[in-house]
């Protein structure tokens, strides 16, 4: 049973548009979620958050957005860039429990 | 700061052999964790450590045995390898305070059993 499903298995951007990666989760027990970015050869490491008592959290060029009552985020980029281009994993967890649950991870690429 | 190192980057195995992937941290982590990825099913927890001394099952933890003996470290023993094993393996660490819900992840380690 797939918790955090990503239903996009790849998506493609030009250079200077907005990137929109989703994610649907199925736990309505989640409160905290996060992106992860993955470059190949790489561990994936951490890009942005946010807690379920927010709607949306930004940190420079990227956004999150969370829709309870629909079960879905979103990774919003502005502008796009070729060193984007990577595997984007949507993450939730319970905070107080001690396991976190992965999608499969979107790759994104960004065309110059 | 090293981070989250894991050794070896890279092994091949036969059916039935054993080894064991090394994870260390230097951040003074309390939680530790593995992670194995395969195509078309992400991240995938193994067991994780919320302490030296205590661990637990993840999603997959079925042919896999973990100890922490040391807050550092958090090795992952396959005591006999089956092709299925197959995968990339990440090992993770959190801290507290605002960076409790943050994963920092090793490299990975990439493990072919023939």
């Known amino acids: 049973d797939q918790q955090v499903k990503q239903n996009s298995p790849s998506l493609s951007v030009q250079e200077g548009r907005i990137s929109i990666l989703n994610c649907d989760y199925t736990?309505?027990?989640?409160?905290?979620f996060l992106w992860y970015k993955k470059y190949p050869a790489e561990g994936p490491t951490f890009l942005i958050s946010i807690s379920s008592i927010k709607d949306k959290n930004e940190d420079g060029r990227f956004t999150v957005f969370l829709n309870k009552s629909a079960k879905h985020l979103s990774l919003h980029i502005v502008p796009s860039q070729p060193g984007d281009s990577a595997v984007y994993f949507c993450a939730a967890s319970i905070v107080s429990y001690q396991k976190v649950t992965f999608g499969i991870g979107t790759k994104l690429q960004v065309i110059p | 700061n090293a981070g989250v190192t894991q050794t070896p980057k890279f092994q091949v195995l036969k059916t039935g052999q054993s080894m064991t992937l090394q994870c260390a941290q230097d951040?003074?982590?309390?939680?530790m964790s593995w992670y194995r990825q395969d195509p078309g099913m992400g991240l995938r927890l193994i067991h994780y450590?919320?302490?030296?001394?205590?661990?637990d099952q993840g999603e997959v933890p079925n042919g896999y045995n973990v100890s922490r003996s040391t807050t550092e470290d958090f090795p992952l023993r396959l005591l006999s390898a089956a092709p299925s094993q197959t995968s990339v393996y990440f090992c993770?660490?959190?801290?507290?305070?605002?960076?409790?819900?943050?994963?920092?992840f090793g490299a990975g380690s990439r493990l072919t059993v023939l």
């Open positions: 450590s919320v302490g030296a001394g205590i661990t």
């Open positions: 736990n309505s027990m989640f409160d905290y």
């Open positions: 993770a660490s959190r801290g507290g305070g605002s960076g409790a819900n943050v994963l920092t």
């Open positions: 951040m003074n982590h309390e939680y």
